[in-house]
């Protein structure tokens, strides 16, 4: 089964840009579907994107749709999320997870495979 690890997160004032990375170990993630979602402290999980195994279907959340962008690439594995004009409402512990279904989703309880997420912190 595969195992997501993210990393790429950090400090970044506002305006600024991040790109996150989600490697898959245990498998090849070119199988499954995979997601971004992130959550602040003392706040829920929040869906942010989403892409089916190929890459030619993507979801985001209304509150990123045009400043952020996944994308994938399944020769290296990997699974990217690109954070363009960061805002300090998108700080946040920002978790990858992954589905083995090709259908695009932005529910949390369809994921089976989580990582363990990477800090991203957006300073005003």
């Known amino acids: 089964q595969v195992q997501p690890v993210e990393s790429g997160g950090g400090l970044v004032q506002a305006g600024g840009s991040l790109r996150l990375s989600c490697a898959a170990s245990?498998?090849?993630?070119?199988?499954?579907?995979a997601g971004w979602f992130r959550q602040a402290p003392g706040m829920g999980r929040e869906f942010v994107a989403a892409?089916?195994?190929?890459?030619?279907?993507?979801n985001y959340a209304d509150s990123v749709k045009g400043r952020f962008t996944i994308s994938r690439d399944n020769a290296k594995n990997t699974v990217y999320l690109q954070m363009n004009s960061l805002k300090p409402e998108d700080a946040a512990v920002y978790y990858c997870?992954?589905?083995?279904?090709?259908?695009?989703?932005?529910?949390?309880?369809?994921?089976?495979?989580w990582g363990q997420g990477t800090q991203v912190t957006v300073s005003s």
């Open positions: 245990g498998g090849p993630l070119s199988m499954y579907g």
């Open positions: 997870a992954a589905r083995r279904s090709n259908i695009v989703s932005s529910r949390g309880e369809e994921y089976g495979y």
């Open positions: 892409i089916s195994w190929n890459g030619g279907r993507t």
